[in-house]
Each structure stands twice: as C-alpha cells, then as structure tokens.
C-alpha cells in the first residue's frame, strides 16, 4: 500500500527558532499534499494544500508567512514553522494524494509531535 | 456553516457487539463523507467512504449509513473488536466553484471491552 512518512517523528525546541518538518511518499508520486494539525482532544483541522510546484493554498485563518510550505517534488512537501511559540505546539499530520480530489483517498503520514518551549 | 459534529466523545462496547458512531451535519450539497481510524500519536487511517447519491456502503465489518432528511452518517462495525479501540473521525468533502472544503468532526474514541 501507499506509504507516507514524516520526519522528525517528535521535535522539541526553543521559542522563536524554527523548524522543518518533512512528508514523503515512499512508494508513489504525490500530485497533491495535505497538511493538518491537531491539538489534544480536538479534531484534525486543514492548514493548507499544496500542488507540486505552485504555491501551497492556506485555509482561513493559517498565516501563510508563519507556516512556510514547499513542494518541491511529487514526493516530497516540507512545512517550516518560522518563530515557534509555544502555541504552535502541536500534532502535525500531512497526506498525500495522487490527484488533487480530496474525494480520492489521503495517505496520511505519522505525524510529528512538536513542542516549543 | 459547513460542519460536521460528532456530539459522542466517546462510545464503550463489548467485544462481539455492534459498534454504532455517529455524524451529524448541516446544509446538504453534493457531498463526500468518510471514516478514519486514529491510533494515539499516529495518522488517520482511511476506513470506508460514502457519496450523497447513496444510503449505504458496506465493506467487511464496517457499514457508512446516510440518512439525508435527517443529515445524519453512521458508522457500524459488527462484531467489535478490541483492536477497533481508536478514536473515530467523520470528514466530509464539499466540492463547489473549482475548489474543496474539508472539515473533520472532534471524533469518537471507542474502547471495546474484551
């Protein structure tokens, strides 16, 4: 099956530094990549979706200049969350589809445990 | 407002019965609604899906109903395992004017009871 994965699995850091985090699709070409986030006990809500090669598109109320996403290839999105504050800690989930329907089946990675201190 | 509720936190069952979770939503459209599975620091997992032209899909042990007047999707998995313990996401999809909504419920954890 389709297999997507995240790295670093978990991150800690310090206030106002930044930090990558990488979604890959090992086994296929993703046309179209998901980034999620989740807090404890809350549902898993939409950041942005972004294309291979063009600017990513941000859900309402995610700010565009915090959340930096590439896309550089069609296995590879990478989201940098610039000047970390302790509110960003979060669960961060990507996905990965092989079109850009959502109606077609999201590969989800692992998700990546950030917390800033 | 395009959400979808899942008002059940949390739902315990013994193994071997059914498990019933449950979605409500609002303004009905042209929709795509779909079950995750969540295991504690993991990624959603997909489960079974369900389009608004039809009232149910069936697949293995899990069964998506879709009652439209009352804006109401189930999902029931007979017999419950334990290993179906995890928490439950309903997503619905909204397609429109070349671009998609998508919104998840809070979600339901289940626990099945050996």
């Known amino acids: 099956g389709a297999v997507v994965s995240q790295h670093p699995s978990r991150v800690i850091c310090k206030s106002g530094t930044s930090v990558k985090i990488e979604c890959r699709s090992l086994?296929?070409?993703?046309?179209?990549m998901f980034w999620y986030r989740q807090f404890p006990k809350q549902s898993l809500m939409l950041m942005a979706t972004s294309n291979e090669g063009s600017k990513a598109t941000y859900e309402q109320g995610v700010e565009k200049d915090k959340f930096l996403i590439n896309h550089a290839s069609l296995t590879l999105s990478t989201l940098t969350v610039t000047s970390a504050h302790p509110e960003d800690s979060s669960f961060y989930i990507c996905?990965?589809?092989?079109?850009?329907?959502?109606?077609?089946?999201?590969?989800f990675g692992p998700g990546t445990r950030l917390t800033v201190l | 407002d395009q959400q979808v509720k899942q008002n059940s936190p949390s739902l315990s069952v013994q193994e071997g019965r059914i498990s019933i979770l449950n979605c409500d939503y609002t303004n009905s459209m042209f929709d795509y609604f779909l079950w995750y599975k969540k295991y504690p620091a993991e990624g959603p997992t997909f489960l079974i899906s369900?389009?608004?032209?039809?009232d149910k899909n069936e697949d293995g042990r899990f069964t998506v109903f879709l009652n439209k007047s009352a804006k109401h999707l189930s999902l029931h998995i007979v017999p419950s395992q334990p290993g179906d313990s995890a928490v439950y996401f309903c997503?619905?999809?909204?397609?429109?004017?070349?671009?998609?909504?998508?919104?998840f419920g809070k979600g339901t954890k289940l626990s099945v009871i050996p």
């Open positions: 369900i389009s608004s032209i039809k």
């Open positions: 996905s990965a589809s092989t079109s850009g329907h959502l109606t077609d089946t999201q590969y």
């Open positions: 086994d296929f070409q993703a046309t179209t």
């Open positions: 997503r619905r999809v909204i397609a429109g004017a070349g671009s998609y909504q998508l919104t």
